[in-house]
C-alpha cells in the first residue's frame, strides 16, 4: 500500500491542546486602513463553524462502522513488533541567533538622532476624515507600524519617510478599488503625528533582555534559555514524527480488500469542506479556488476520491485493530482517556464535543489508543540527525 494522507483524528489532540476548549468568539480591528485579511478569515472561521454544524447532523465513524463488515474489508498485517526510527533534530548556533533576531525585530529601541527610515517601527497617532469627515475605524493613538511592511494602505507608511519625532503629516490618500465596500476607491485624509521611531538593536545587551524578554535579566541567560526551549520543541517534534511514522508503517502492511462507500463519502466531505475553508480564506469560491490552483474539476473530484479511500483505509485499519484488541467506546480505558484529556485541557466532556463534536472526540481518542499500542510493542530506534 502506499502512503496514505494521514486520519483528521490523528492531528485532533494536538489541535485541541493548542486551542484549548474555548473558541475566540470575538476580534475587533482597530483600523480600516489595515489590510482586510483579517476579515476574510473571520469570516472563513464563521463559515467553517457552520460547516461543524452540518457535520453534528451526520453519522458518526462508529455509526457507520456498525454497518461493516471490518473483516472483510481489511486484513490486517503487523502492528506489534514494528522498527521505528525516532529521529531529533539539533540545536545550532544559527537556529538561536534565528530567534534572537526575531525577538530584536519585535522588541525595537527609540531613536531620537534621525528621521523616519525604511524598515523603522514608528508609535503614531492618526485621524482620518473622508470629505472632512472622521470616520469609523479612521483614528488611532499610539498605533505600532513597521515602515515597508504593507500594513497600511498605499501611500500611508511611505508619506512617513523623512518625518522627525513629534512631527504631524497630512496624507491625502485613495482607498484601493478592492477595499471595504463602503470605503473602496474613495479619497481620504490622513493627519499623522510620529511619537516615537525605534530600529532592531544589532545585537541584544543585557537590558534589552531585561527590558523586553519576560523571566531572563542577561544575554548568556536568554541564549541558554532559547536553546533549552528548541531542545524541548525538538523532542516533541519528533515524537510527533515518531507517532505519524508508527501509524502509516502500520497502514501500509495491511491490505483493504474493499472500500465502503459510507467511509470513502465521509472522507470525500472532508476533503471538500477542507478545500472550502482555503477558499473562504483566499475569498474564494470553491469553483474560483479549484481554478487557481490550476487544477480541472475532474481532477478535483479524481483528488477527493483517492483522499476519501485513503481516510476510509484508516478508518478500517483502526477499527480492526479496536476489534482485535476488545477496544470499544465507552470502555474503561476509553473513559479514563477521556478523564485525562479533560484534565489537561480544562474542559467538561460537554464543551469538548461543542467545540470538535462527538465523532471527532471519539475517533481521537480511539485511534491515539491504538497508536500508543503500537508503539509501546515497537522497536523504537533513537538516533541525532546530523546538524546542517
Known amino acids: 500500500m502506499k502512503k496514505r494522507a494521514v486520519m ?18 470575538e476580534e475587533t ?24 454544524d452540518d457535520q453534528e ?45 526575531s525577538a530584536l525585530e519585535s522588541y525595537p529601541v527609540e531613536v531620537t538622532n534621525r528621521s523616519v527610515q525604511e524598515g523603522d517601527t514608528v508609535n503614531i497617532d492618526y485621524v ?3 470629505d472632512g469627515e472622521e470616520f469609523e475605524g479612521g483614528s488611532d493613538e499610539g498605533a505600532l507600524l513597521k515602515i515597508g511592511s504593507g500594513q497600511f494602505i498605499e501611500g500611508f507608511e511611505d508619506g512617513l519617510i523623512g518625518a522627525s519625532k513629534g512631527e ?7 482607498f484601493p478599488q478592492n477595499y471595504t465596500e463602503d470605503l473602496a476607491g474613495k479619497a481620504v485624509e490622513f493627519t499623522v503625528t510620529v511619537n516615537t521611531i525605534n530600529e532592531p538593536l544589532e545585537e541584544p545587551n543585557d537590558e534589552w533582555v531585561a527590558a523586553n524578554i519576560e523571566g531572563y535579566y542577561t544575554v548568556e541567560e536568554y541564549k541558554a534559555g532559547i536553546r533549552s526551549e528548541q531542545e524541548e520543541n525538538n523532542k516533541q517534534t519528533a515524537e510527533e514524527q515518531m507517532r505519524y511514522t508508527a501509524w502509516t508503517t502500520v497502514v501500509d502492511g495491511c491490505t483493504i480488500n474493499e472500500y465502503p462507500e459510507t467511509l470513502v463519502e465521509m ?13 473562504q480564506y483566499a475569498g474564494m469560491e470553491l469553483k474560483e479556488f479549484i481554478e487557481s490552483s490550476g487544477i480541472t474539476q475532474e481532477e478535483f473530484d479524481a483528488n477527493a476520491e483517492e483522499y476519501g479511500k485513503d481516510v476510509a483505509a484508516q478508518a478500517l485499519v483502526n477499527q480492526a485493530i479496536c476489534n482485535a484488541e476488545g477496544y470499544t467506546i465507552g470502555d474503561e480505558a476509553y473513559q479514563e482517556a477521556m ?6 485541557y480544562g474542559c467538561t ?8 463534536g462527538q465523532d471527532n472526540v471519539e475517533q481521537s481518542i480511539m485511534m491515539n489508543r491504538v497508536i500508543q499500542l503500537i508503539l509501546d510493542n515497537a522497536v523504537i530506534e533513537e538516533v541525532e540527525a546530523d546538524a546542517q
Open 8 to 25: 483528521i483524528a490523528l492531528l485532533l489532540t494536538m489541535t485541541i491542546a493548542a486551542a484549548g476548549c474555548t473558541k475566540n468568539s
Open 29 to 52: 480591528t482597530k483600523t480600516d486602513v489595515s489590510d482586510t485579511t483579517e476579515e476574510n478569515e473571520t469570516e472563513a472561521e464563521q463559515d467553517t463553524e457552520e460547516a461543524d
Open 57 to 101: 447532523k451526520e453519522p458518526t465513524t462508529a455509526e457507520l462502522m456498525a454497518e461493516i463488515d471490518v473483516e472483510k474489508c481489511v486484513t490486517l498485517g503487523e502492528y506489534k513488533g514494528i522498527t521505528v526510527e525516532k529521529t531529533i533534530e539539533p540545536v545550532t548556533d544559527e537556529d538561536v541567533e534565528q530567534e534572537i533576531q
Open 128 to 130: 482620518g476624515r473622508i
Open 168 to 174: 504631524t503629516r497630512v496624507l491625502a490618500l485613495t
Open 267 to 279: 472522507g470525500k466531505k472532508l476533503y471538500t469542506r477542507q478545500a472550502e475553508t482555503y477558499a
Open 339 to 344: 478523564t485525562n484529556m479533560l484534565a489537561e
Open 349 to 356: 466532556e460537554e464543551e469538548l464535543i461543542s467545540a470538535y
